[in-house]
């Protein structure tokens, strides 16, 4: 899978110079400012760090005084889960926190599940940022600001409605249901903590990728949302390619088409190499968080 994964980047890069060269798509930078791509860069490695106080504020126990352990630990998930294809990389979670924190893989497994039902949360709601910005009226905000406090109702009613669907499944469901409340936030404050947490890191990642789409692309800021997102939406769908080559810079390119961006050829390939660029963005800010983490961390991973 590693030898299948470094092909097809490599024939990406070899397509990306076929189409464009790398010349020009490395200038769209050149002219936007190398400061810009610096500040994006540091804004992305933020995201990483308020990734891990998650994790960190989620398992206090098992990970405490161990942050920058658990920072490694996150960047390996995290560039796992970039590289690997059809999110093969998001069973890497529960095994190293098993290996590092002696952490049950069950609950481990079900708490990884909980946090993407966040994140996926916190990714239509930033979606919702751009449809309520491109309609511009009261109501779309409203129904953006309902959208947004779902979580908090979900959790308020948690507990009865765990209970009812106790009552009406048996056997291994009602194990599941045990996993799934064993992986939920202890209480109020942890809840609040985590979807806060949550709701900054990826409004923060979808205005970051936002600007850079409407730096080199030259877009309207509805469209560089919906390019934003849809980049994202594309990593977390079972058919996630290997590192996003071609998945990701296409989500890129129809969530912007979707959210008004002009669909001319002119500026269709210029979306192209925004896209490309903001792809490349992605990949190296998880590479060079995974390197910085390794510093960050006492000792090294057990094999």
Do not use: C
């Amino acid at each position: 899978m590693t030898l299948a994964t470094v092909a097809i980047i490599l024939l990406y890069a070899a397509f990306i110079q076929w189409v464009w060269g790398w010349q020009t798509v490395i200038l769209l930078w050149s002219a936007a400012g190398w400061g810009s791509a610096a500040l994006a860069m540091l804004l992305l490695l933020a995201t990483y760090v308020l990734r891990t106080w998650r994790i960190y504020d989620y398992f206090p126990r098992e990970t405490g005084g161990h942050f920058g352990t658990l920072l490694r630990l996150v960047q390996v998930h995290n560039l796992l889960n970039i590289m690997l294809p059809f999110r093969t990389g998001e069973a890497s979670f529960p095994l190293l926190m098993k290996r590092e924190f002696n952490l049950p893989i069950a609950r481990g497994t079900a708490a990884l599940f909980v946090m993407r039902l966040f994140d996926l949360h916190a990714l239509l709601a930033a979606a919702g940022t751009g449809l309520a910005l491109q309609n511009g009226r009261a109501w779309a905000w409203a129904l953006w600001l309902a959208f947004l406090l779902l979580p908090a109702l979900a959790f308020a009613v948690h507990r009865p409605a765990l209970a009812l669907l106790r009552k009406l499944v048996g056997g291994k469901a009602r194990l599941i249901l045990d996993e799934v409340e064993a992986g939920l936030p202890a209480g109020v404050p942890a809840f609040l903590r985590a979807w806060a947490a949550t709701l900054i890191n990826w409004f923060t990642k979808i205005a970051v990728l936002a600007w850079v789409l409407g730096l080199l692309g030259h877009l309207p800021v509805a469209a560089s949302f919906g390019g934003a997102l849809g980049g994202e939406l594309s990593s977390v769908l079972p058919v996630h390619a290997p590192a996003g080559v071609g998945t990701y810079p296409a989500g890129i390119t129809a969530g912007a088409l979707a959210f008004g961006a002009d669909a001319a050829k002119p500026m269709l390939e210029e979306l192209g190499q925004a896209a490309v660029n903001t792809h490349l963005l992605v990949i190296v800010s998880s590479l060079v968080g995974t390197a910085l983490s390794l510093f960050a961390a006492r000792g090294k991973m057990r094999a």
